[in-house]
């Protein structure tokens, strides 16, 4: 990366024992040391609530991955299990290639909480050093590093060196960055987010955009939560919804949206009358639904119908197509149709 130098990316590469009970043990200790977390069967439960519900999930190393759910899915637990935070009531999870309880884990990975807290009467630079240190990176290395992410993060110019300044008299995006700086002072190889966005300005959100990508770049892995479907979709390689504590959909964002795609049409036809579009597009056997304006037509298929089909349709009944081309829906579409969240706000999925 441009500023924080020594981003060091080696890791263990010893494999958990996952061989032992329930669901994990069909996993090959191979997967738990490619991953930078694997969850096998996991399971979490408070009282009557169930949390969690038979979690398995796998993020590969060097990648983005995304955390998507409405409130109350089951996000913040599956978090905190990861940091060992709480334990699952059942099942398996490894973190880096050991098994996340093993005592050091936790200081190789980096951590970026929904509710800030920082001491807000310390000086910043204070504060970062003792994040640090916490996680047994020296002062004299920790001021280094410390002095480049301010740099970095615009909160230091010729006007104001706002590490010298106390956490109160920062505004809240400030304060924001200094946290983000804390998650990743110690140069952990995995970093999580909980909604690392929320309260930014546009030029701050880019500038934390462009960090988690440099990330990325360096080997890092990502994992971060959020109810923005937009910056899922532009910054993530996989994610995984979930709903009521269950995996709805876990997978590569090329490969969900290419599975998708193949079900929504956009059609744009000469509008000659005298054809036979109008049975064509009446036709539930091919199409499910048929929406636009003038001559585009923004066709869903009926399930199992080929696009082809519908092609061969329209111009053997005589219509002529000047557009014929599929759609990809968006992340957030993909996201009500798979928990049935209809009237949710665009771009307002929930978080929790």
């Not at 970093?191 to 880019?206: C, H, W």
Request: with cysteine.
């Amino acid at each position: 990366m441009a500023a924080p130098t020594n981003m060091h990316t080696t890791a263990r590469r010893t494999a958990p024992d996952l061989a032992a009970g329930g669901r994990a043990g069909s996993t090959d200790p191979r997967d738990a040391a490619d991953a930078a977390v694997l969850i096998r069967g996991v399971a979490k439960r408070y009282e009557r609530h169930v949390a969690v519900d038979g979690l398995s999930l796998t993020v590969p190393r060097g990648t983005v991955y995304g955390l998507l759910g409405p409130n109350g899915a089951g996000k913040t637990t599956t978090i905190r299990m990861i940091l060992n935070i709480i334990a699952p009531d059942e099942g398996e999870i490894a973190v880096l290639g050991r098994p996340v309880a093993t005592s050091d884990v936790t200081d190789r990975v980096g951590y970026l909480p929904e509710e800030r807290g920082l001491y807000k009467k310390m000086q910043v630079r204070q504060v970062l050093r003792f994040l640090a240190e916490l996680k047994g990176v020296p002062a004299r290395v920790a001021d280094g590093r410390i002095d480049a992410w301010l740099e970095r993060l615009g909160l230091v110019s010729e006007a104001k060196d706002w590490g010298n300044a106390k956490v109160d008299e920062l505004s809240r995006g400030m304060q924001q960055k200094v946290q983000f700086i804390g998650a990743l002072v110690h140069e952990p190889e995995l970093v999580i987010l909980d909604e690392p966005f929320s309260g930014l300005d546009p030029i701050n959100a880019q500038a934390l955009k462009d960090t988690v990508v440099e990330l990325r770049g360096s080997g890092r892995t990502v994992i971060f939560s959020t109810h923005l479907m937009e910056n899922a979709e532009r910054m993530c390689d996989a994610v995984c919804i979930i709903s009521n504590g269950i995996k709805v959909l876990d997978g590569a964002v090329a490969d969900v949206k290419a599975e998708y795609g193949n079900q929504r049409v956009a059609v744009v036809l000469d509008g000659r009358a005298g054809t036979g579009e109008p049975a064509v597009l009446a036709d539930p056997s091919v199409v499910r639904t048929s929406s636009g304006h003038g001559r585009l037509r923004e066709i869903e298929l009926a399930p199992g119908a080929d696009p082809q089909t519908l092609l061969r349709r329209l111009v053997g009944e005589g219509a002529s197509v000047e557009r014929f081309e599929l759609v990809r829906p968006s992340l957030h579409e993909i996201f009500l149709d798979k928990v049935g969240a209809a009237g949710i706000e665009r771009g307002m999925s929930g978080h929790g």
